[in-house]
């Protein structure tokens, strides 16, 4: 079966960081685009970064400069650095792994929580 498990939310003061990992298992994810979602309380899930098979990368404009999602295909892993946090990052992070031709499975979420 498909798994991904997220780790490394938690609780860090703004301008801090943080660093998030979502391993894959029962899948060969190195061949599969793969992402970072959130959702804030109130508000839509909202698509944070995504990195291609080959390792091209995409962020929405509120994370770039900050945020950088890399991938290592020899453990099956994606990450994502966070830094200079702001309250507005606070949200449930999800990852992300795409099948083609449009079927996504889905990680359980981690909270990060950014305070002043």
């Known amino acids: 079966q498909v798994r991904l498990v997220e780790s490394g939310g938690g609780l860090v003061q703004a301008g801090g960081s943080l660093r998030l990992s979502c391993a894959a298992s029962?899948?060969?994810?190195?061949?599969?685009?793969m992402g970072w979602y959130r959702q804030a309380p109130g508000k839509q899930r909202e698509r944070v970064a995504t990195?291609?098979?080959?390792?091209?990368?995409n962020y929405t404009d509120s994370v770039k400069g900050r945020f950088t999602i890399s991938r290592d295909n020899a453990k099956n892993t994606v990450f994502l650095q966070m830094s200079s946090l702001k309250l507005e990052d606070t949200a449930v992070y999800y990852c992300?792994?795409?099948?083609?031709?449009?079927?996504?499975?889905w990680g359980q979420g981690t909270q990060v929580t950014v305070s002043s």
């Open positions: 990195i291609t098979s080959a390792g091209s990368t």
């Open positions: 029962g899948i060969f994810a190195s061949t599969s685009a």
């Open positions: 992300n792994l795409r099948l083609t031709p449009s079927y996504d499975y």
